[in-house]
């Protein structure tokens, strides 16, 4: 079983992952997507990367945001699995968020 993370060591590693927040016993972001056919196979990458760890994401899709809440049920908590997920599912966002260019 994974071991649940102190205050001081979830706060260490959220500053390794900014795109995540601490929300209670969990840590969260949201991907923004092109559309909703992009969300759905970001999501499909997601499910790879989670089944590969034995560590699954609660998934929430509205059209084309994706929000991904990791925490451990198991330790009722956080613990290392989530923000080693949370580092591996920033690279597998990185092609598919969508951000729209400014005027310069």
Sequence with gaps: MATLLNA???ARLLDEVPNW???ADAIERT???KDFMTAISFVNQVAAE???MN???D???RWNKVRLVLTT???Q???DLDFTLARKLDAVAEPFTHTVATAH
């Design 8 to 10: 001081e060591t979830v």
């Design 21 to 23: 927040r601490l929300a």
């Design 31 to 33: 991907v923004k997507c």
């Design 50 to 52: 989670a089944e590969s």
């Design 55 to 57: 560590h699954h994401p």
């Design 59 to 61: 998934i929430d899709i």
């Design 73 to 75: 049920h198991s330790a």
């Design 77 to 79: 908590g956080l613990t």
